[in-house]
């Protein structure tokens, strides 16, 4: 699989948690305040982005109605209230929307910042580095604290797959049945991997994520579903030795291998063949797609573009033969 874990690279837990750990105390704030205060100059409640604006709560006698918009420009002045909410806001865009550190340095995003707040100064890049790890940090504990207060064992689910930019990485999420009946299901980690991805490997990284998250693969863990990769197979063959976890397979993969030898029957793989040539060729043709487009406007067909399948999902090539059967 991929990257030896390192302080740099760490188990990462769910983005929405860092989130709500980023918005903690403005939740709080806008749950005491309610609607939109008389002052002009600022605005609780609901707060999209850097626009003060809500009609979540009911207004209070002597409050408008109307939506509430703080005034931008020179009119609206920088607290020091309003400069700690805009830097989590900030931090929030950063997480909610992946976007890069380097954001809050680029020269565009502080003049916006500086008109819609004056006065405010964005924290440096590094600010909000260290603000983003202390939110991990406590997302980190409160899971751990939460799969210690379960009541059920737990179920693994790893899986390890290849980037568009071809880097490797190893996915292991845990599920387990709350007090409710509910299934509840956390990311443990996106492990970025480097070393080989033998089945030795393979059962070490997920003895790490066990050991990161402080539960027992013999104790706390009941199964781990898998695929049927013949590395994977191996690496729970040897978890199963080691601590007596039990070792499922995937249905959905298995039906994928079924469905694939099936589909490997000659008059099929022939039509599937030229289906599949069809479509490759409108995918690599301008002009053939725009000619495509204007002849479903003349047959009033409906105007959606060809499906190429996909050899790891079989569902693909039965969208594919779909809707090439919706165009004839």
């Known amino acids: 699989m991929h990257r030896s874990l390192t302080k740099s690279s760490p188990f990462f837990a769910p983005i929405e948690e860092v989130i709500t750990q980023a918005q903690e105390e403005a939740g709080k704030e806008d749950d005491a305040n309610g609607a939109c205060q008389p002052n002009p100059h600022y605005c609780t409640g609901s707060v999209v982005l850097f626009v003060p604006f809500h009609l979540e709560a009911e207004p209070q006698e002597g409050q408008s109605k109307e939506p509430c918009i703080a005034p931008l420009g020179k009119e ?45 100064k964005c924290p440096s890049r590094w600010w909000f580095t260290k603000q983003m790890e202390q939110a991990y940090q406590r997302v980190l504990d409160d899971l751990k604290g939460n799969l210690k207060k379960r009541s059920s064992k737990i ?11 071809t880097e490797a990485y190893l996915g292991v999420t845990c599920h387990y049945i709350n007090e409710n009946w509910e299934m509840v299901s956390f990311v443990l980690c996106t492990k970025p991997l480097e070393d080989r991805h033998t089945g030795d490997n393979i059962a070490l990284w997920i003895e790490e994520v066990a050991e990161k998250f402080d539960f027992s693969l013999h104790d706390d863990v009941q199964a781990i579903v898998h695929d049927n990769a013949a590395n994977v197979v191996k ?11 039990a070792s499922l397979r995937c249905a959905g993969h298995t039906t994928q291998l079924i469905v694939n030898h099936a589909l490997k029957e000659p008059r099929i793989n022939k039509a599937l063949g030229a289906a599949r040539s069809l479509v490759t060729y409108f995918h690599s043709s301008e002009v053939a797609t725009l000619k495509l487009k204007l002849k479903q406007e003349q047959m009033g067909t409906p105007q959606h573009k060809l499906s190429q399948d996909v050899p790891i999902r079989w569902n693909s090539s039965f969208y594919m033969i779909k809707r090439l059967l919706e165009q004839r």
Do not use: N
């Open 235 to 245: 690496a729970l063959r040897i978890l199963e030795e080691k601590h007596g976890v």
């Open 76 to 120: 609206a002045q920088c607290t020091p209230q309003k400069a700690a909410e805009l830097s989590k806001r900030i931090l929030r865009v950063i997480v909610k929307d992946m976007r890069p550190l380097s954001l809050v340095e680029g020269e565009a995003f502080i003049d916006m910042i500086e008109y819609a707040c004056p006065g405010f």
């Open 155 to 165: 179920t693994l689910t790893p899986d390890a797959w290849t980037s568009i930019a």
